[in-house]
Protein backbone atom coordinates (compact mmCIF):
# COMPACT_ATOMS: atom_id res chain seq x y z
CA UNK A 1 0.00 0.00 0.00
CA UNK A 2 3.21 2.13 0.72
CA UNK A 3 3.19 2.52 -3.25
CA UNK A 4 0.15 3.03 -4.15
CA UNK A 5 -0.41 6.56 -5.59
CA UNK A 6 -2.02 9.06 -3.75
CA UNK A 7 -5.39 10.21 -5.24
CA UNK A 8 -6.95 13.33 -5.83
CA UNK A 9 -10.03 13.24 -7.70
CA UNK A 10 -11.60 17.10 -8.75
CA UNK A 11 -14.49 18.63 -10.61
CA UNK A 12 -13.62 22.30 -10.15
CA UNK A 13 -15.81 23.05 -13.44
CA UNK A 14 -13.37 24.73 -15.35
CA UNK A 15 -9.48 24.10 -14.36
CA UNK A 16 -8.52 26.82 -16.60
CA UNK A 17 -9.76 29.50 -13.80
CA UNK A 18 -7.84 27.42 -10.94
CA UNK A 19 -4.85 26.56 -12.20
CA UNK A 20 -2.83 27.91 -9.70
CA UNK A 21 -4.68 26.66 -7.14
CA UNK A 22 -5.16 22.70 -8.01
CA UNK A 23 -0.85 23.49 -8.72
CA UNK A 24 -0.10 24.02 -5.50
CA UNK A 25 -2.77 21.75 -3.79
CA UNK A 26 -1.34 18.77 -5.75
CA UNK A 27 2.87 19.91 -5.01
CA UNK A 28 1.84 20.96 -1.14
CA UNK A 29 -0.02 17.68 -0.86
CA UNK A 30 2.06 15.36 -3.16
CA UNK A 31 -0.74 14.13 -4.91
CA UNK A 32 0.58 11.61 -7.45
CA UNK A 33 -2.90 10.54 -9.75
CA UNK A 34 -5.23 13.71 -10.35
CA UNK A 35 -8.11 13.49 -12.24
CA UNK A 36 -9.90 16.62 -13.27
CA UNK A 37 -13.78 15.72 -14.73
CA UNK A 38 -14.33 19.39 -16.00
CA UNK A 39 -11.38 20.89 -17.04
CA UNK A 40 -12.65 23.02 -20.19
CA UNK A 41 -9.42 22.05 -22.21
CA UNK A 42 -9.33 23.49 -25.46
CA UNK A 43 -7.54 23.68 -28.47
CA UNK A 44 -6.66 27.38 -27.75
CA UNK A 45 -5.99 27.00 -23.93
CA UNK A 46 -4.78 23.26 -23.69
CA UNK A 47 -4.25 22.77 -19.65
CA UNK A 48 -1.00 20.66 -20.12
CA UNK A 49 0.52 24.48 -21.23
CA UNK A 50 -0.63 26.15 -18.57
CA UNK A 51 -0.37 23.31 -15.82
CA UNK A 52 3.41 23.54 -15.52
CA UNK A 53 4.34 21.04 -12.85
CA UNK A 54 7.83 19.67 -14.47
CA UNK A 55 7.44 16.14 -12.12
CA UNK A 56 3.74 15.28 -13.76
CA UNK A 57 2.34 14.57 -16.88
CA UNK A 58 -1.23 16.14 -17.66
CA UNK A 59 -3.19 13.86 -20.41
CA UNK A 60 -6.43 15.05 -21.82
CA UNK A 61 -8.79 14.66 -25.06
CA UNK A 62 -9.75 17.58 -26.36
CA UNK A 63 -11.92 16.15 -29.28
CA UNK A 64 -14.65 14.79 -27.25
CA UNK A 65 -17.51 17.26 -27.92
CA UNK A 66 -17.82 20.18 -30.21
CA UNK A 67 -15.27 22.86 -29.58
CA UNK A 68 -17.48 25.52 -29.08
CA UNK A 69 -19.62 23.45 -26.66
CA UNK A 70 -18.45 24.62 -23.20
CA UNK A 71 -17.62 22.18 -20.27
CA UNK A 72 -16.55 18.68 -19.81
CA UNK A 73 -13.28 17.61 -21.40
CA UNK A 74 -11.78 15.36 -18.34
CA UNK A 75 -8.07 15.26 -17.87
CA UNK A 76 -4.90 13.46 -15.86
CA UNK A 77 -2.18 14.91 -14.15
CA UNK A 78 -0.03 12.08 -13.15
CA UNK A 79 3.12 11.83 -11.27
CA UNK A 80 6.25 10.77 -13.44
CA UNK A 81 8.75 10.58 -10.96
CA UNK A 82 7.58 8.23 -9.49
CA UNK A 83 5.77 6.20 -12.22
CA UNK A 84 5.83 5.27 -15.69
CA UNK A 85 3.04 6.84 -17.43
CA UNK A 86 1.53 6.05 -20.63
CA UNK A 87 -1.27 7.72 -22.55
CA UNK A 88 -4.07 5.30 -24.24
CA UNK A 89 -6.37 7.96 -25.13
CA UNK A 90 -6.95 7.71 -29.03
CA UNK A 91 -3.67 5.06 -29.09
CA UNK A 92 -4.59 2.19 -27.10
CA UNK A 93 -7.94 2.82 -26.58
CA UNK A 94 -10.23 4.55 -29.03
CA UNK A 95 -12.87 6.88 -27.66
CA UNK A 96 -16.53 7.01 -29.56
CA UNK A 97 -17.21 10.85 -30.01
CA UNK A 98 -19.57 12.35 -27.19
CA UNK A 99 -18.27 9.37 -24.85
CA UNK A 100 -15.99 11.96 -22.10
CA UNK A 101 -12.96 9.52 -21.02
CA UNK A 102 -9.47 9.95 -20.30
CA UNK A 103 -7.40 7.63 -20.00
CA UNK A 104 -3.69 6.27 -19.08
CA UNK A 105 -1.43 3.72 -17.90
CA UNK A 106 0.30 3.85 -14.56
CA UNK A 107 3.17 1.54 -13.81
CA UNK A 108 5.38 2.18 -10.60
CA UNK A 109 9.55 2.64 -11.64
CA UNK A 110 9.72 0.61 -8.36
CA UNK A 111 7.87 -3.10 -9.17
CA UNK A 112 9.43 -6.44 -9.12
CA UNK A 113 8.43 -10.03 -10.30
CA UNK A 114 6.84 -10.31 -6.46
CA UNK A 115 4.65 -6.74 -6.84
CA UNK A 116 1.15 -7.46 -6.90
CA UNK A 117 0.26 -4.31 -8.58
CA UNK A 118 1.96 -3.79 -11.49
CA UNK A 119 0.58 -1.30 -13.41
CA UNK A 120 -3.11 0.66 -12.90
CA UNK A 121 -5.18 1.40 -15.60
CA UNK A 122 -6.97 5.23 -15.17
CA UNK A 123 -10.08 6.92 -16.31
CA UNK A 124 -11.35 10.28 -16.08
CA UNK A 125 -15.01 10.42 -16.81
CA UNK A 126 -17.34 13.47 -17.03
CA UNK A 127 -21.04 12.22 -18.17
CA UNK A 128 -23.31 15.50 -18.67
CA UNK A 129 -26.61 15.34 -16.73
CA UNK A 130 -28.68 15.31 -19.41
CA UNK A 131 -26.10 13.14 -21.09
CA UNK A 132 -27.44 11.06 -24.54
CA UNK A 133 -24.32 9.11 -24.55
CA UNK A 134 -24.77 7.02 -21.08
CA UNK A 135 -25.50 3.56 -22.99
CA UNK A 136 -22.20 4.67 -25.07
CA UNK A 137 -20.24 5.33 -22.23
CA UNK A 138 -21.03 2.32 -20.19
CA UNK A 139 -20.10 0.22 -23.25
CA UNK A 140 -16.99 1.99 -23.78
CA UNK A 141 -15.61 1.34 -20.53
CA UNK A 142 -16.49 -2.35 -20.46
CA UNK A 143 -14.99 -2.57 -24.17
CA UNK A 144 -11.64 -1.13 -22.50
CA UNK A 145 -12.09 -3.12 -19.29
CA UNK A 146 -12.00 -6.18 -21.38
CA UNK A 147 -9.21 -5.28 -23.90
CA UNK A 148 -6.97 -3.81 -21.43
CA UNK A 149 -7.06 -6.91 -18.91
CA UNK A 150 -6.62 -9.13 -21.54
CA UNK A 151 -3.77 -7.10 -23.04
CA UNK A 152 -1.92 -6.87 -19.59
CA UNK A 153 -3.43 -9.73 -17.11
CA UNK A 154 -2.64 -10.34 -13.86
CA UNK A 155 -1.61 -7.84 -11.72
CA UNK A 156 -3.50 -4.67 -13.44
CA UNK A 157 -5.80 -2.60 -11.77
CA UNK A 158 -8.43 0.21 -12.05
CA UNK A 159 -8.97 3.37 -11.11
CA UNK A 160 -12.10 5.25 -12.75
CA UNK A 161 -12.89 8.70 -11.43
CA UNK A 162 -14.94 11.37 -12.02
CA UNK A 163 -18.12 12.89 -12.40
CA UNK A 164 -20.66 11.07 -13.45
CA UNK A 165 -24.30 12.80 -12.85
CA UNK A 166 -27.05 10.24 -12.56
CA UNK A 167 -25.01 7.50 -14.85
CA UNK A 168 -25.83 4.48 -13.08
CA UNK A 169 -22.69 2.90 -11.85
CA UNK A 170 -23.92 -0.92 -11.56
CA UNK A 171 -22.91 -1.97 -15.05
CA UNK A 172 -19.21 -0.94 -14.57
CA UNK A 173 -18.83 -1.83 -10.87
CA UNK A 174 -19.87 -5.86 -12.16
CA UNK A 175 -16.47 -5.55 -14.09
Known sequence: ALNL?????????????????????????????TFISESHDRENKKLEEH?????????????????KEPGGRPAIIANKNKYTVEDLTNTQVNVPW???ATWALLTPKNISKDSI???????????????RKKTATLNHIAEVYNLLNTRYGRGTYWMIAGDTNTLKLGPILDL
Do not use: W
Open 51 to 67: MNLPMHQVISNIHQRPS
Open 98 to 100: GVE
Open 117 to 131: VKRVVLCALYVKPKS
Open 5 to 33: PKVLNLNPRSAMNKIEEIKTFIEEEDIDV
